[in-house]
Nanobody, 120 residues
Framework: LLRESGGGSVQAGGSLRLTCRAA????????LGWFREAPGKEREFVAA????????EYADSVKGRFTISRDNAGNFIFLQMDNLEVEDSAVYYC???????????????WGQGTRVTVSA
């Protein structure tokens, strides 16, 4: 199971940190990542991190502003979001799968999502 937390409301230019807890399955060797879905838009890839935390990938829209990381045990991932923009408002979902390609396409495992609202 994947469970997200940390969403909320913030003004543009502010920061939020999302957490995804991976439990109930051996996710420590899996790739984990984040997607987001804004009203009226398709769910889109945001960022992903491999099992060790050494390999990360980001969507162009968040590069330089968001940072994905992973704890040593591999059961938590974090998304540090800085310099937030109104366009970042969405429900953010944690996802996981065996490989990076699979996660970037939308993994097999999903959390319930956490809402981020950025106001001007």
């Amino acid at each position: 199971l994947l469970r997200e937390s940390g969403g909320g409301s913030v003004q543009a230019g502010g920061s939020l940190r999302l957490t995804c807890r991976a439990a109930g399955r051996t996710f420590s060797s899996s790739v984990l990542g984040w997607f987001r879905e804004a009203p009226g838009k398709e769910r889109e890839f945001v960022a992903a991190v491999n099992w060790s935390g050494a390999v990360t990938e980001y969507a162009d829209s968040v590069k330089g502003r968001f940072t994905i990381s992973r704890d040593n045990a591999g059961n938590f991932i974090f998304l540090q979001m800085d310099n937030l923009e109104v366009e970042d408002s969405a429900v953010y979902y944690c996802t996981g799968d065996n490989g990076l390609r699979e996660v970037k396409q939308g993994g097999r495992f999903w959390g319930q999502g956490t809402r981020v609202t950025v106001s001007a």
